[in-house]
């Protein structure tokens, strides 16, 4: 069994000083997850979301719906 490491990137819309996340979507054909980390501390700890919840959270953003009530 092999290991793949995670390619994480940050969104290029994210030039905001540093309140940033950083995903690996790499992870998505292998696992079906997408972690998703602070920018700010890569050694931290990792959200680890299944790529369905992913994609239904990034198309509400795109949407604007995100915490729409």
């Known amino acids: 069994m092999t290991t793949e490491a995670p390619h994480w990137f940050t969104s290029s819309y994210s030039d905001n000083g540093g309140a940033c ?19 700010k501390d890569p050694h931290g700890p990792a959200l ?9 959270f990034t198309a509400s953003i795109k949407a604007g719906t995100v915490g729409a009530v």
Do not use: K, Q, W
């Not at 680890?48 to 239904?56: E, K, V």
């Open 48 to 56: 680890i979301f299944r790529s369905a919840a992913f994609a239904s």
């Open 21 to 39: 996340i950083e995903a690996a979507t790499n992870l998505v054909p292998s696992r079906g997850v997408v972690p998703v980390r602070d920018s």
